[in-house]
């Protein structure tokens, strides 16, 4: 029987991811568009990828530039390289993590190290600060066996990849939106409140299976988005299962400044993105 927890947020909405296609004419699924850039504050992008089909991805993400913005790239099958023009390059495999600020400006490409087979995982877009949009550019690599994991609850598994719970720290630390990012599995029928900071803008993805969701339970099905309520007295949000099912629970400190966006560079006016594309062009991005 499901216990409903009296600090739970509710769900305010509920998304459903977009057919898209980028890169080189990578097909991937656009869960959050910039039509809740400021709703979301300070997440600008999810993307969710996967497909066991070469030609929806083979071509991968070539040379491209970014400025003003963080990327978490998370892999969960398939492998995935990475370089950029600061001298970064490695692969990701099924679990890993890269966590990228792009600050003033950086050019890379995310190539398939793979011919055939499953490839499936998500790209996450995070809003920086008015003070840190030009900041110099660094890279964090994380293996799955770097970011930890375990059973928090009979039925229930997490990997914090940013944040805590369970006693668990994920390994990005030190942001100013204070991320939290769990991937939470759940093998049976479960209940699990995942806590989340106060204040923080919060959604709920769900990838795999059915959660019901808040107070309301409302049910989620794979491929749907929760934004949660902001409730000042409600100190996590919670989720249960009937079975199987997996989800990402990601919540952030919004920066509450302008967003401004044109394609890959993100800032605060339209003067500091004509400014963005001349240093690109201008071969002065980086």
Known sequence: MHVISSQSRSVEQVLVGTPASDGAGVRLTRVLTPAYQQRLDPFLLLDEFGSDRPDDYIAGFPDHPHRGFE??????QGRMRHRDSVGNEGVLGPGDVQWMTTGHGIVHSEMPEQEQGRMHGFQLWINLPAREKLCPPRY???????????????????????????????????????????????????????????????????????????????????????????????????????????????????IGEPIVQWGPFVMNSRAEIEQAIFDYNNGTLV
């Open 71 to 76: 990327t978490v790239t998370y892999m969960l």
């Open 140 to 254: 964090r690599g994380h293996t799955a066996a770097e970011i930890p994991s375990g059973q928090v609850m009979p039925g229930a598994r997490v990997k914090v990849i940013a944040g805590e719970m369970g006693g668990m720290v994920g390994p990005i630390r030190g942001q100013g939106t204070e991320p939290v990012f769990v991937d939470i599995e759940f093998t049976v029928a479960a209940d699990l409140c995942v806590p989340l900071p106060t204040g923080h803008n919060a959604f709920v993805y769900v990838y795999d299976g059915e959660v019901h969701a808040g107070p309301q339970q409302q049910r989620l099905r794979a491929g749907q988005l929760a934004v949660l309520d902001n409730d000042p007295q409600a100190a996590c949000i919670d989720l249960a299962s009937l079975g199987r099912a997996r989800l990402l629970v990601i919540a952030g400190k919004p």
